[in-house]
């Protein structure tokens, strides 16, 4: 039973507009969530995170999205850069545990 | 600057042989995970130790084993690697402001 969903395997847009990558999740413990990003042939690289105690966080061009009602989270990139074209994962974790539950995964690709 | 490696970075094998893959991180964390990656699957826990001789089964864990002899290193055994096991493994260690610290990952084949 998965988790964390990211039901979007992939999203392709336009340099310079909004990226939105969506996340679902079902356990009820999990209070804290984030993002990491992937390059081919690389480990995947920290990007942004955000405790259930807020409902937004921001770095950059970078926006999580929490909302707790709907166990949904997203993730904002604008502008989207061509140097953004990536695999992005959600991940979560809950009870004071350090494990994180990954999602699958949704390729960005940002076109010049 | 401190760093997690991990090695070999490619690993071919034949089934029924013993592998192990190395961690290392100067994070000093006290938490590390191993970590799978498959088409369609995302990324998968295996074992997970929060402190040294403490290891932990994960989601995906049979014909896997870890020891942790030090805070440094967590080495991933394969006892008998079979052709399920053809995957692509992260390392991670983790500090809990910043989340997870990945490694490169190490391309393991087996024939």
């Known amino acids: 039973d998965q988790q964390v969903k990211q039901n979007s395997p992939s999203l392709s847009v336009q340099e310079g507009r909004i990226s939105i990558l969506n996340c679902d999740y079902t356990n009820s413990m999990f209070d804290y969530f984030l993002w990491y990003k992937k390059y081919p042939a690389e480990g995947p690289t920290f990007l942004i995170s955000?405790?259930?105690?807020?409902d937004k966080n921001e770095d950059g061009r970078f926006t999580v999205f929490l909302n707790k009602s709907a166990k949904h989270l997203s993730l904002h990139i604008v502008p989207s850069q061509p140097g953004d074209s990536a695999v992005y994962f959600c991940?979560?974790?809950?009870?004071?545990?350090?494990?994180?539950?990954f999602g699958k995964g949704t390729k960005l690709t940002v076109n010049p | 600057d401190a760093e997690i490696t991990q090695s070999p970075r490619h690993k071919i094998t034949e089934t029924g042989r013993q592998v192990t893959l190395a961690c290392h991180q100067t994070w000093n964390h006290n938490n590390m995970f191993w970590y799978r990656q498959d088409l369609g699957h995302g990324l998968r826990l295996i074992h997970y130790s929060y402190g040294v001789q403490d290891t932990n089964k994960g989601e995906v864990s049979d014909g896997y084993s870890v020891s942790r002899s030090n805070t440094e290193d967590l080495p991933l055994t394969l006892e008998s690697a079979a052709s399920s096991q053809t995957s692509v493994y992260f390392c991670?260690?983790?500090?809990?402001?910043?989340?997870?610290?990945f490694g490169p990952g190490t391309r393991l084949t087996v024939l």
């Open positions: 991670a260690s983790s500090n809990r402001a910043k989340g997870q610290f």
């Open positions: 955000i405790s259930s105690i807020k």
């Open positions: 991940a979560a974790s809950g009870g004071g545990s350090e494990k994180l539950v």
